[in-house]
């Protein structure tokens, strides 16, 4: 049996979602807490960068943003100053 909750009303029609899903929204906060804990290049980021842009309403990241942030951390890391340009560039 599908258990559903409401989610959100617009322009008068109820869209439902199903239990499961909710769990799986439930458990994506506490991955991507557990990856910024884990690996502290994308805390600095989400920090740095993705804190900014919601703080003053950005809806677009963009390659500017990830290169203007890997730029500032490789002059303080030699680790990332020797990456070659596709490991960088890796989706």
Not at 31 to 47: E, G, N, P, Q, T
Not at 70 to 77: G, V
Request: with cysteine; proline share 3%; aromatic share 14%.
């Amino acid at each position: 049996m599908i258990d559903y909750i409401l989610s959100r009303k617009m322009l008068g029609v109820v869209f439902m979602i199903p239990t499961t899903l909710k769990l799986v929204f439930a458990r994506q906060p506490l991955l991507w807490l557990a990856v910024c804990k884990r690996y502290s290049f994308i805390h600095d980021f989400a920090v740095e960068v993705l804190r900014v842009k919601f703080l003053c309403l950005g809806i677009m990241l963009t390659h500017d943003d990830y290169d203007f942030f890997y730029n500032k951390k490789a002059q303080w890391n030699e680790k990332l100053e020797t990456l070659s340009p596709t490991t960088r560039n890796k989706n």
